[in-house]
């Protein structure tokens, strides 16, 4: 089974900081992993996604990820905040395990100061 | 594309009333998903189909809630009778090539669903 806990429930940082958000993640299988993001009265779109090519995963908007086997984790960054980079953004989980279910982290909603 | 397409974008209903919820998924799409967003409880997945066919409806949280999908381009979410602890948003989300787990979802822009 799969599962993917978000730390934080909102995380606050100022314009031009650094954007962390943190996502660990549990599978009895090599995991595919993903970062989505909701923006408000939207539905969610794909930031970015890492299926074992590389462990470093570049997203859209300035965006990426790493993957981090020891660790189990798949913290999301972006080097400097935009005022437009502020929603909803989910970890979530998927595997090879004869289904086909995406399991989605509880989220972490981001504020950007300015 | 236009992508998913959700209808109607926003319901307001009393309770013990009938609901239809409707999706249409991305042409092509052979993964039709059904979700609920909620405050306390996050997003859950309710039901997926694969071909039109239900592979998993785990998620329905009772019997009061059917889905369907008759064709490649719709499927159904309806509630009946509603209850106020229904109010949420609801999702349909559709993704390609026959069951890759790391193929994404693509998502509607839900359905808001308020029970008086």
């Known amino acids: 089974a799969q599962s993917v806990t978000q730390l934080g429930s909102h995380v606050s940082v100022s314009e031009g900081a650094l954007v962390l958000l943190r996502c660990n993640y549990s599978s009895s299988v090599p995991p595919y992993l993903f970062w989505y993001v909701q923006y408000p009265n939207q539905g969610l779109q794909l930031l970015l996604k890492?299926?074992?090519?590389?462990?470093l995963v570049k997203g859209i908007n300035g965006f990426e990820a790493e993957f981090k086997k020891s660790e189990t984790s798949f913290h999301l960054t972006k080097p400097s905040a935009h005022m437009s980079d502020a929603a909803e953004y989910f970890c979530?989980?998927?595997?090879?395990?004869?289904?086909?279910?995406?399991?989605f982290g509880a989220g972490t909603r981001l504020f950007v100061k300015a | 594309d236009a992508g998913v397409i959700q209808s109607p974008r926003h319901e307001v209903t009393e309770m013990g009333q009938e609901v239809t919820l409707r999706c249409k998924p991305i042409?092509?799409?052979?993964?039709l998903f059904w979700y609920r967003q909620t405050m306390m409880r996050g997003l859950e997945l309710l039901i997926y189909f694969n071909n039109n066919v239900p592979i998993d409806d785990s998620g329905m949280p009772e019997d009061r809630f059917s889905a369907k999908m008759p064709n490649a381009s719709f499927s159904t979410l309806k509630i009946q009778p509603s209850e106020p602890r229904d109010s949420a948003v609801y999702f349909c989300?559709?993704?390609?090539?026959?069951?890759?787990?790391?193929?994404?979802?693509?998502f509607g822009p839900g359905t808001r669903l308020t029970v008086l």
């Open positions: 989300a559709s993704s390609l090539d026959g069951g890759a787990p790391y193929n994404e979802q693509f």
């Open positions: 979530a989980v998927s595997a090879d395990t004869g289904g086909f279910k995406t399991i």
């Open positions: 890492y299926t074992s090519a590389a462990t």
């Open positions: 042409s092509g799409h052979d993964y």
